[in-house]
């Protein structure tokens, strides 16, 4: 079974209309002998901030050291995005399996009108994932209500119930009583159920619950330890909150204090209802694992949640907030009052169930307001909603067919000092944030196999690999496209003489995966076509990524009409030059002015471990003298950056503490810094990174990938180069399986909200390097493949570096421990020529002879390495 055929067959349960209760999910997972039987599971219920608790909380369980599924909705972009595994998204392969296992059983119950719905089967799948897996913890966001819920199906160890207000009312309740009591449902049995609720609603919850823990701000009162009546809103709870506001653009303050714990932190999720929802995590986080205020700390610091008051742009303030009912509209504006802007300029576009006119009423009154449609059937009408925006008396009010052409349009009208906020739903939300997201991946096609890997790749049916894999010889394109986008840009494309394949998947709520294959001739005809903004369904955008990724520019159309060269031979010309000097990458107050080596040609990055167990060269320079001799020869063989790292990430490896490790690289830092390269430290720790760039450095090397929450504002603040790579975990774990469905197509996903933190935080994107993470949950096989196609990173637009030193993914080809310099030097040759921008090696002058090979292969006359 191919992935298409899986997603489709679990989004046409869509049919069946949503019922109350457990059985039928109770039946698929007996179907399925109950493989979550042995996992402790959390429900998460509530109105409101229900995902937000859930993240929090998972990754709070996760900074303690345990396993933890993640099951919340809707998705952004990516069915799969509902069901997580420590972080990462339920393999399509995973997908299959568990169709393959229901499909039968599930068509046989829709013959007798039984058949489970969209959500019990995704409830289902969730729970058959997380017991396969076998985490230790899986945290479930409920759906409606509680009661009759589809995740009430388990028996949780912990529960809470977030926030009440009005909503779904014909199936849980006229009042906010009523639908409490019916969330309460999801309590424990013999544990307290968490809830940050107050009043009747509080209420109404102890009745169903019995005993519960409460969590909220504290009322100001003149005895701190007065208790004030219940049902009145203004108990103390037993969880106190203080929202301290925000400390920067993406962050705030918050004091959680209990009985026994107190933490200080920040929560990247902005508002007081969100400082309450970090308080409720932190409750259940205590309640089910031995959890330090450390792992709180950090836990509660680390949970990023997409689209939830996520600030993509300062210049103008730019939001993406997917509050869909009157009560997230009403947090989401006194957040929102929090800001300093002019003129406010909103996109907005809901669905059809919803009460437009309250939450036109609870957001602030806009100067100007651009209403539109999601791709989806429920989504209402644009027009209803410019008319219930200027009855709430919006001063400008505009209408487009396509979320991304409306995001354009406030764009466009908005002043540096605006701000351009998107809301009214999740998925108006996602297809805004494609804008910052989307991958446009150009595919090194060099003969028919690579062809019909491509299209495979992209679920592509098999008719249509056969038929098309004799046109994905010239440039080929694949990126994700809502549904109508997909669809007109395959016209087009088919009207220019070029080609597009698009994957089975066909659903209007879901990126559709495209290879677009064509002439650069053709593809610049298509940017053309694409820019004429007359057009709709946000094409612009998919012009602007195009243009980007085959390094169109203005004077294309003079190119030559022989564009059937492979991807292999295009060199962008004019980022190859040479000459260069510390100085010149040097930052002066202003990044702009800053040029890394790798702006204009590969660069190579000597490795300088100065500890006494790193896997190569451990203990050889943890000598201060020492270290400082082998970064000057390091010099002396022409290496642009050397990497100083005080830790080592070999599997097994034990950690240090960060006195130790400051111990160790900050001296040697302070007496190279005057060396002629750049500097960077290799570490994991935000102080440690601090000291280092205060001590001389100029690049982070962070091989965790932005795990400590603080490293992405350091380098930040210093304006320093930050390098995130991708990692399972950082030290290795030994005999870690992680399962890929593609190793590249996985870790540039992975990598884009990785890369998009860093770049929230400050930097720009020039500024942040990926790296691909060889050895670092990847087997030899896979390390090799993304070796084979380094050149796909550029998707990010980032500079690429790649690391693989005398790693083990050479005894693949025989070569054990200590006999593996030969190989490392053919694969950097290799890596320079498929497009990486940094090589990392321990070996300088050899290393740095390959790349100049590598280069001078291309044209020999235009290198001259004695300038």
């Known amino acids: 079974m191919e992935y298409h055929e899986a997603a489709d067959f679990c989004f046409d349960l869509r049919r069946f209309r949503p019922k109350p209760g457990t059985e039928s999910t109770a039946r698929l997972?007996?179907?399925?002998e109950n493989p979550h039987a042995d996992v402790d599971c959390v429900q998460i219920a509530g109105s409101n901030g229900k995902g937000s608790t859930a993240r929090m909380l998972e990754r709070t369980l996760r900074e303690a050291g345990y396993s933890v599924g993640l099951y919340t909705s809707p998705h952004l972009e990516d069915l799969r995005e509902r069901i997580r595994v420590d972080g990462r998204k339920i393999p399509q392969t995973a997908v299959c399996d568990y169709v393959d296992a229901v499909r039968d059983y599930i068509t046989e119950r829709a013959a007798d009108g039984e058949s489970p719905t969209f959500f019990e089967t995704m409830t289902a799948m969730a729970l058959w994932q997380f017991g396969r897996e076998d985490v230790d913890i899986a945290v479930l966001e409920v759906g409606i209500g509680g009661k009759y819920d589809a995740t009430s199906v388990v028996d949780p160890v912990a529960s809470a119930v977030t926030s009440v207000t009005l909503e779904h009312t014909g199936i849980l309740g006229d009042t906010e009583a009523e639908i409490a009591r019916d969330k309460a449902h999801v309590a424990p049995d013999g544990d307290p159920l968490v809830t940050g609720v107050t009043g009747d609603s509080l209420e109404a919850v102890r009745d169903v619950a019995g005993e519960?823990?409460?969590?909220?701000?504290?009322?100001?009162?003149?005895?701190?330890?007065?208790?004030?009546?219940?049902?009145?809103?203004?108990?103390?709870p037993d969880i106190r909150v203080t929202y301290g506001g925000r400390t920067n653009h993406t962050e705030a303050a918050v004091s959680i204090e209990a009985d026994d714990w107190h933490v200080e932190t920040r929560i990247p999720l902005l508002g007081e209802y969100q400082a309450v929802n970090a308080g409720i995590a932190a409750a259940i986080a205590t309640q089910?694992?031995?959890?330090?205020?450390?792992?709180?700390?950090?836990?509660?610091?680390?949970?990023?949640?997409?689209?939830?008051?996520?600030?993509?742009?300062?210049?103008?303030?730019?939001?993406?907030d997917g509050a869909h009912n009157p009560g997230a509209c009403e947090q989401l504006a006194e957040t929102l009052g929090t800001y300093d802007f002019d003129r406010l300029h909103v996109v907005f576009g809901a669905m059809h169930d919803k009460d437009h006119r309250a939450m036109a009423a609870a957001l602030p009154t806009p100067d100007a307001i651009v209403t539109t449609e999601p791709s989806l059937e429920r989504a209402e009408d644009r027009a209803v909603l410019a008319e219930a925006f200027a009855d709430a008396g919006a001063s400008t009010v505009r209408t487009e067919a396509a979320v991304q052409d409306?995001?354009?349009?406030?764009?466009?009208?908005?002043?540096?000092?605006?701000?351009?906020?998107?809301?009214?739903?999740?998925?108006?939300?996602?297809?805004?944030?494609?804008?910052?997201?989307?991958?446009?991946?150009?595919?090194?096609?060099?003969?028919?196999s690579d062809a019909r890997e491509t299209l495979e790749d992209a679920n592509v049916a098999a008719g249509d690999v056969e038929r098309l894999d004799g046109d994905a010889v010239h440039r080929v394109v694949r990126t994700a496209l809502r549904d109508r986008q997909a669809t007109v840009l395959q016209e087009e494309l088919l009207r220019l003489g070029g080609e597009c394949a698009?994957?089975?998947?066909?659903?209007?709520?879901?990126?559709?995966?495209?290879?677009?294959?064509g002439t650069l001739a053709q593809f610049e005809a298509l940017v053309e076509v694409l820019e004429n903004r007359s057009r709709p369904h946000g094409l612009a955008d998919v012009a602007r990524e195009l243009r980007t990724t085959l390094e169109i520019d203005a004077g294309a159309a003079d190119v030559a009409d022989d564009e059937t060269a492979p991807e292999t031979e295009r060199v962008p010309t004019e980022r190859r030059t040479v000459g260069w000097s510390r100085?010149?990458?040097?930052?002066?107050?202003?990044?702009?002015?800053?040029?890394?080596p790798w702006a204009d040609r590969p660069s190579v990055m000597g490795i300088l471990n100065v500890t006494p167990d790193s896997f190569h060269d451990g203990g050889r320079y943890d000598a201060l003298e020492d270290a400082v001799a082998r970064a000057r020869a390091m010099v002396d063989a022409d290496v642009d950056v050397i990497d100083v790292g005080g830790e080592s990430t070999r599997p097994g490896a034990d950690p240090v503490s960060i006195d130790e490790e400051l111990d160790r690289?900050?001296?040697?830092?302070?007496?190279?810094?005057?060396?002629?390269?750049?500097?960077s430290v290799d570490t994991r720790r935000a102080a440690v990174a601090d000291a280092a760039l205060e001590a001389g450095a100029d690049i982070i090397n962070d091989v965790s990938g932005l795990e400590d929450p603080k490293m992405r504002f350091v380098a930040a603040?210093?304006?320093?180069?930050?390098?995130?790579?991708?990692?399972?975990?950082?030290?290795?774990?030994?005999?870690?399986?992680?399962?890929?469905?593609?190793?590249?197509?996985?870790?540039?996903?992975h990598l884009s909200e990785r890369v998009l933190l860093a770049e929230k935080a400050g930097l720009d994107r020039d500024r942040i390097i990926v790296d691909p993470g060889i050895g670092f949950g990847k087997s030899a096989a896979e390390s090799f493949e993304l070796l084979d196609r380094i050149d796909e990173f550029h998707a990010l637009g980032c500079p690429v570096l790649f690391g693989h030193s005398h790693k083990s993914m050479f005894a693949q080809i025989g070569r054990d421990p200590g006999e593996r310099l030969e190989a490392t030097v053919a694969a950097t040759a290799l890596a320079a020529d498929r497009g990486a921008d940094i090589v990392r090696v321990h070996d300088g002058a050899e290393n740095v002879a390959a790349v100049r090979t590598a280069l001078a292969t291309r044209n020999p006359e235009r290198f001259d390495w004695q300038s």
């Not at 504290?218 to 004030?228: F, I, K, R, Y």
């Not at 330090?292 to 996520?310: I, K, M, Q, V, Y």
């Not at 701000?419 to 996602?430: E, H, N």
């Not at 107050?589 to 890394?596: I, K, L, M, P, V």
Request: aromatic share 4%.
């Open 29 to 32: 997972l007996s179907h399925l």
């Open 212 to 236: 519960v823990v409460t969590v909220g701000t504290a009322p100001e009162a003149d005895d701190a330890s007065e208790t004030v009546d219940a049902t009145d809103g203004r108990s103390v």
């Open 288 to 320: 089910v694992g031995d959890v330090s205020t450390a792992d709180l700390e950090n836990g509660l610091r680390s949970a990023h949640w997409p689209g939830r008051f996520e600030v993509m742009d300062t210049e103008p303030l730019v939001v993406l």
């Open 406 to 448: 409306a995001l354009a349009t406030a764009l466009d009208a908005a002043e540096s000092d605006d701000c351009v906020l998107v809301t009214g739903s999740l998925f108006a939300v996602a297809e805004a944030r494609s804008r910052w997201t989307r991958t446009d991946v150009p595919k090194r096609v060099r003969d028919l």
């Open 502 to 517: 698009l994957s089975g998947l066909d659903r209007d709520d879901e990126a559709v995966d495209a290879v677009l294959m």
């Open 583 to 596: 100085s010149s990458a040097r930052t002066t107050g202003d990044s702009t002015e800053a040029t890394f």
């Open 665 to 679: 690289v900050v001296p040697v830092i302070e007496r190279i810094a005057d060396l002629d390269a750049l500097i």
């Open 717 to 749: 603040d210093h304006d320093a180069g930050l390098v995130v790579m991708h990692s399972i975990d950082a030290p290795v774990v030994p005999d870690r399986d992680v399962e890929y469905d593609d190793v590249v197509a996985d870790v540039i996903d």
